[in-house]
């Protein structure tokens, strides 16, 4: 793909574009984000095409100097996107929504690249191919790495439910830019809240993902791997106290008026039952008792789950998670300041 100059900044195609004084004024009338449920006017429309290159009066034969369709063009007019795709399904060009340029970059690709989410969502539910695969620069990638890119973690969240789970970890095979990597690198913006939520959702962290660079050893990301480092540490301990609490105080209390057994006075006011006191409340046995053994585990794991204690799978992950930000927290550390401050500087 050739970068072209159409009134604003048009990268390798992929870019979003500002083509016209026209297409700026409507654009401004419009917004992605409110995902209007009108189209496009016809008169909109084909300016924005004849703009761009593209003959409106014949669509399917309509490719551009880069091999690009307008569906691509509805993935960079940002503001437009939405009402841009309804015009195209509506004349005839529904069926080029999975249409991909020589180098395999589909209309799905330009607009989550591009961070245009509606869209995407509006491109999706039309049968946009999630699971299509680029050969953009001889690196092949994938419509869930380019959003790792841009997108919020909300929709990234909701794109991994629908592409092929190996497309999770899979990255450009050039530079081994995983999904991982291109959110810690590229998506400055959300780049510790989009790593924790790839970690729990599965996503494998490899040292590969934090490339070790002149850049990766300034202060400041060494930092970032920290917090991370600090957070998944932080989720393990939590369920380390949850368990102690849940089994070593109230379930494993003895049951005999200590404060793991019983509580409160029996309410006839002669102090029997390890409590007492006029107007007490009856003891009753601790509940948390029934929780101990294996057939109570679904139980136990609900709690933690309105505790917001992580359980299961989730555990597994962060486990691992915290070994490797441990490794490059050493690493990384170690090479600005001696191996000597790995333990002084860390809180």
């Known amino acids: 793909m050739a970068a072209v ?7 390798h195609g992929m870019e979003s574009i500002h083509t016209s004084q026209a297409l700026r004024e409507h654009s401004e009338d419009s917004d992605d984000s409110e995902e209007p449920d009108s189209m496009l006017s016809d008169e909109v429309a084909t300016t924005v095409l004849r703009n761009c290159g593209f003959d409106p009066n014949n669509l399917h034969a309509s490719l551009d100097e880069k091999d690009d369709t307008a569906w691509h063009l509805a993935g ?3 503001r437009l996107g939405v009402r841009m795709a309804k015009w195209l399904e509506a004349n005839g060009a529904a069926d080029m929504i999975n249409t991909s340029a020589s180098t395999g970059v589909t209309p799905l690709m330009v607009a989550v690249y591009n961070g245009c989410e509606n869209l995407a969502r509006w491109m999706i539910a039309h049968g946009a191919d999630v699971g299509a695969t680029s050969h953009f620069e001889q690196q092949q990638s994938t419509v869930f790495n380019y959003a790792c890119r841009r997108c919020s973690v909300a929709f990234v969240q ?5 592409v092929p789970p190996a497309h999770l970890d899979a990255g450009p095979v050039a530079q081994g830019y995983s999904p991982m990597a291109t959110a810690f690198i590229l998506n400055t913006a959300r780049r510790i809240p989009m790593v924790k939520m790839l970690v729990l959702r599965g996503v494998a962290v490899h040292v590969a993902a934090f490339p070790a660079s002149e850049q990766s050893t300034t202060t400041s990301l060494v930092k970032q791997h920290l917090e991370l480092l600090k957070w998944a540490e932080g989720e393990l301990e939590n369920h380390r106290t949850f368990t102690a609490l849940l089994l070593g105080c109230g379930v494993l209390g003895s049951g005999s008026g200590d404060v793991g057994g019983y ?27 029934k929780l101990r053994g294996d057939g109570n ?3 136990r794991m609900r709690i933690a789950r309105c505790l917001g ?3 299961g799978v989730e555990l597994g992950r962060l486990r691992r998670a915290a070994a490797v930000w441990r490794d490059i927290y050493r690493a990384r550390v170690g090479v600005l300041f001696g191996e000597g401050a790995v333990e002084v500087l860390r809180p």
């Open 5 to 11: 100059q159409l009134g604003g900044t048009w990268r």
């Open 76 to 78: 960079r007019v940002q």
């Open 158 to 162: 909701e794109l991994a439910d629908k």
């Open 263 to 289: 509580g409160y006075g029996d309410g006839n006011g002669d102090g029997d039952g390890g409590g007492g006191g006029d107007g007490a409340p009856a003891m009753r046995p601790n509940l948390l008792a």
């Open 297 to 299: 585990t679904d139980a």
């Open 309 to 311: 204690v992580r359980t």
